[in-house]
């Protein structure tokens, strides 16, 4: 069983920053990739930011020069710095993380933590 759990998230005005954290536990031997996704109300999840193992990383155009995405694999521990936050940033922040873990290669969900940006 492996479990994520994000926080950091909040409200903050515009042009302001969070710094996300999203840590898994549980029986891992290995986690390759993990990432940042978001979905705000009335639409669909959509991806923020994915990082591999070995550092690799994508974003979403939407994001790209405003947020970094980076990862602790001593601490099985992904993060997502966020800055000039705007009003459309605003949605549920969620990670992943595709690990091995006992029962094989499988992709684990985070709850979610609600970002909102304000005016």
């Known amino acids: 069983q492996v479990q994520l759990v994000e926080s950091g998230g909040g409200l903050v005005q515009a042009g302001g920053s969070l710094r996300l954290s999203c840590a898994a536990s549980?029986?891992?031997?290995?986690?390759?990739?993990m990432g940042w996704y978001r979905q705000a109300p009335g639409k669909q999840r959509e991806l923020v930011a994915t990082?591999?193992?070995?550092?690799?990383?994508n974003y979403a155009s939407s994001v790209k020069g405003r947020f970094t995405i980076s990862r602790d694999n001593a601490k099985n521990t992904v993060y997502l710095e966020m800055n000039s936050l705007k009003l459309t940033d605003t949605a549920v922040y969620s990670c992943?993380?595709?690990?091995?873990?006992?029962?094989?290669?499988?992709?684990?969900w985070g709850q979610g933590t609600q970002v909102t940006v304000s005016s």
């Open positions: 990082i591999t193992r070995a550092g690799s990383t």
């Open positions: 549980g029986s891992i031997f290995s986690i390759d990739a």
């Open positions: 992943n993380a595709e690990a091995y873990s006992l029962t094989g290669w499988a992709i684990y």
